[in-house]
């Protein structure tokens, strides 16, 4: 689904509702140059602020070819590791108004679609498992097709069956993830250590069951995220936007991956109804436009996922494939020469995946220890402001 219509961009936090952090002084000033003697959680809010704009920017720069690339997706984790680590010190420094109305109730819906938040990151974690198996076809494929080989007949046998081995495994994730073996938790190894602060969401976010949804989890994430109104924003000294913010960056954080890595039930139908008011709305609708017209591709719409690399291991597996089955033995210079430089292309995409798949795993499961930290450390601080009331 599209995202919601927008024109232009917005450039200062002026546009915010006439400056909604500033609403209890009704006065307006710009995201990059604060009025002289605005508070220091004035300050904190309008630079937390901008992080994201900044980070969200400057994922929308990058070229049309590298969008949903490994790389690019380890941005993205980037980005909302830093957006996660500004949100912390924000909440950390402001502890007092945590559990004042309306700030009791925005905390507690954000560590609800956290806790959510969790188990796409399980889900992730296993379609990143899904492309290693992949991994292990295409070195079959390489193996059967090695260049200092005489290229005959029984290689090409091998190579077709490891090639039809690999369509099979990339069908539609619908398909190809029924009967997949459920994930092994990120966190399994620390249980003991972390269970009397992790244990009471355990139930929801060390495994998935083989019903889970990515598209119904999304959905959950994003139920009734609304922008906080005039009077909850004055009553919080604007840290409401703040929560909003993250809840947002969260949504499209959980939704770029699913979109882009294999999972159970996938769906790109989120809706993104932020506004343009946020100065980090622009590059987010952006984003998601970008991302929705990539899947519309007539070669992307039965994709199990839109990961770059993925789109690479298809087209090459299937280029290869058409050229085995016209092949007759024995090969002559010329096909055996366009077979090598099918095995070659095939190679560089492997090679790609087997470098950048440890790394992505590593900041998935970063995201999702990152997730639990700031959820337990909220919940502390919230307690103890209540202990001092």
Known sequence: MPATEFQGAASSFASLGRSLLSIRRDQIHSMESPIPGSTNLESELESFQKVVSDG??????????????????????DVFLCCQDEFRMLMFNNKAYLNRAPMDRYFSEYFERSVKALDVCNAIRDGLEQIRSWQKQLEIVLCALDSNKSLGEGHFRRAKKALADLAIGMLDDRDA??????????????????????????SLSWSVSRSWSAARQLQAIGNNLVAPRATEVMASSGLAIAVYTMNYVLLFVMWALVA???????????????????????????LHER?????????????????????EIAKCARHLDELADSAKFPLTEEKEEEVRQ???????????????????????????????RSRTEGLGNIGGANSHN
């Not at 009967?179 to 602060?197: E, L, M, T, W």
């Not at 929705?292 to 990961?307: F, I, P, Q």
């Open 342 to 372: 099918r095995v070659l292309k095939l190679g560089l995409v492997h090679e790609a995946v087997k470098d950048g798949l440890d790394p992505l795993e590593r900041q998935v499961r970063e995201v999702f220890h990152r997730i639990v």
């Open 56 to 77: 969200f920017n400057d994922l929308l720069q990058t070229d049309t070819s590298e969008l949903l690339s490994i790389s690019w997706i380890r941005k993205l984790l």
């Open 177 to 202: 993830n029924a009967h997949a073996h459920r994930n092994r938790s990120f966190g399994r190894q620390n249980v003991h250590r972390d269970q009397r602060s992790l244990g009471h969401f355990r």
């Open 260 to 286: 882009a890595i294999p999972c159970q039930d996938r769906g790109l139908g989120t809706h993104f109804s932020v506004t343009r008011q946020y100065i980090w709305a622009v590059p987010m609708l952006s």
């Open 291 to 311: 991302i929705v017209e990539e899947s519309k591709k007539k070669d992307r719409r039965s994709a199990c996922g839109l990961l770059k690399e993925i789109h």
